[in-house]
């Protein structure tokens, strides 16, 4: 069974910073591409980040370019993603999924929350 599961949430005012991770296990993790995808209130599901097995092909959505960064450590079967700048459109539920695009399983979440 595939499992993910994000961390690293929480409530943080706008121009702060969160780093999540996504801990995963029973599967090879650095066999698969794997993304970001975040769900903001009253929006669907939105993919925002992506990255590929050697993480050197990395894909940003236009609403996180230049703020976020998605990584990995393969040994450690956990994908990241450092988000720098946040603003209160940035609240919502941050999920990490395998495959780009995110069409594969995904974890529980975690909550985001921006505001001053």
């Known amino acids: 069974e595939m499992l993910l599961e994000e961390h690293g949430g929480g409530l943080v005012q706008p121009g702060e910073s969160l780093r999540l991770s996504c801990v995963t296990l029973g599967f090879t993790f650095s066999a698969y591409d794997m993304s970001w995808v975040r769900q903001t209130p009253g929006d669907e599901l939105e993919w925002i980040a992506g990255?590929?097995?050697?993480?050197?092909?990395?894909y940003y959505a236009d609403s996180v370019k230049g703020r976020f960064t998605v990584s990995r450590d393969n040994a450690e079967n956990t994908l990241y993603l450092q988000m720098n700048g946040l603003r209160t459109d940035d609240t919502g539920v941050y999920y990490c999924a395998t495959d780009t695009p995110p069409t594969g399983p995904r974890g529980p979440g975690t909550q985001v929350t921006v505001s001053s």
């Open positions: 990255i590929n097995t050697d993480g050197d092909d990395i």
